[in-house]
């Protein structure tokens, strides 16, 4: 069998190895005469691989003790309405800034359940460039950013000063690929599907200042104190999902944590990068350069049967996903923390090599 280099957004490419154990271990797992999947969510079992996927996030992230981590299902859209639901307080107000179509997502969800201000709006520039800084409205609930803008290609590299505000970031798209200074944040969730795992679960982390927010008269699924209270286990959480997002972080701590895992990124995404720069305009990424995604790289050529072909020749190389997402157009490939540097090395010869055939 062999593998194709997987650029697709997401879901997205995992590592091999975590697809082999997956595999090894479906149907009889440890001897037990039956699958993970297929007993009881509160079996021993089952437990030590929830809880040791949520000591993985604490470890990971180094998590002071005044956060909880909750897995929910539902993808990271059912965030765009339980963030709201759950942390804006009262008749006051949260803000949003938007900076591409995910964001605008949680801001229009948002703007059904309460007053929201909007901080920042990219829309003048065609969502290619982040604000150099953010300011809350007085009293605001929160501040929602979304550290990586998949679709557009867009990465917050400093976090804004909130002046106190809790910070809430969609981090779907980048959890995980970098360290984070976590006591600036309020709020982090992420979907599972792109740099965690496959889809299924949706990751939270919630400082407990927060969860105090959550009203009694959210009904239970919609509230994070519950979940948080009964460690994820208040419903069946999404099992399969959440075994392979623990067999993925112990690979990540295996490779020394996020640390050496930023440096590999910022290695992929410059050689990417690179081939975009050197061409002599052959590519162009629309990006502002200081905000230009590790994790989700654009690009678009002189015109779209070029970017056809493009396409077309990378997938007979065995590159696939390259194209770029159909509200945008272009090309784009997602390099998360499962590609390889290989992958991204093959890839930028193959851009050399494509510009130079021209
Ligand atoms: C993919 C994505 C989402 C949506 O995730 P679902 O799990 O499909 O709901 C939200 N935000 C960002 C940044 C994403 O990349």
Not at 317 to 322: D, F, H, S
Request: glycine share 8%; aromatic share 8%.
């Amino acid at each position: 069998m062999s593998r194709k280099l997987n650029f697709f957004a997401g879901p997205s490419t995992l590592p091999v190895e975590v697809l082999e154990e997956l595999k090894e271990n479906m149907v009889d797992y440890k001897g037990m005469g039956m699958s993970l999947i297929e007993t009881s969510h509160r079996s021993k079992e089952y437990d030590e691989v929830h809880n040791e996927a949520v000591g993985l996030v604490k470890e990971l992230l180094e998590l002071p003790d005044n956060y909880k981590v909750v897995f929910l299902g539902g993808g990271a859209t059912l965030q765009f309405s339980m963030v709201p639901m759950n942390l804006l307080i009262g008749e006051r107000v949260c803000d949003y800034t938007l900076t591409g179509v995910w964001a605008k997502k949680a801001y229009a969800d948002a703007v059904k359940l309460g007053k929201v201000n909007v901080a920042f709006d990219g829309k003048d520039d065609k969502y290619t460039q982040l604000p150099a800084s953010v300011m809350p409205s007085a009293g605001s609930s929160y501040l929602h950013l979304t550290s990586n803008e998949t679709i557009g290609g867009l990465q917050w590299q400093n976090w804004p000063d909130t002046g106190g505000v809790p910070l809430v970031a969609d981090m779907s798209s980048d959890i995980m690929s970098r360290p984070l200074p976590i006591e600036k944040f309020g709020m982090i969730y992420a979907g599972a599907q792109k740099n965690l795992g496959p889809a299924g679960t949706t990751l939270a982390i919630i400082r407990n200042d927060l969860l105090e927010r959550s009203s009694d008269n959210l009904t239970a699924y919609l509230n994070y104190s519950i979940h948080a209270d009964k460690n994820s286990l208040y419903n069946t959480p999404p099992v399969f999902s959440i075994w392979a997002v623990m067999l993925v972080l112990r690979r990540l701590k295996a490779l020394g944590g996020l640390g050496e895992v930023e440096k590999m990124n910022r290695k992929k995404a410059g050689i990417i990068y690179d081939a975009i720069d050197s061409s002599e305009g052959f590519y162009k990424c629309p990006v502002q350069t200081e905000n230009r995604s590790m994790m989700n790289i654009v690009f678009t050529m002189a015109n779209e049967d070029l970017e056809k072909e493009f396409v077309t020749k990378a997938e007979a190389e065995g590159m696939v996903g390259l194209k770029g997402h159909r509200d945008v157009g272009g090309c784009r490939a997602s390099v998360y923390n499962s590609m390889p540097l290989e992958g991204a090395k093959t890839l930028a010869d193959f851009m050399k090599n494509f510009a130079a055939s021209k």
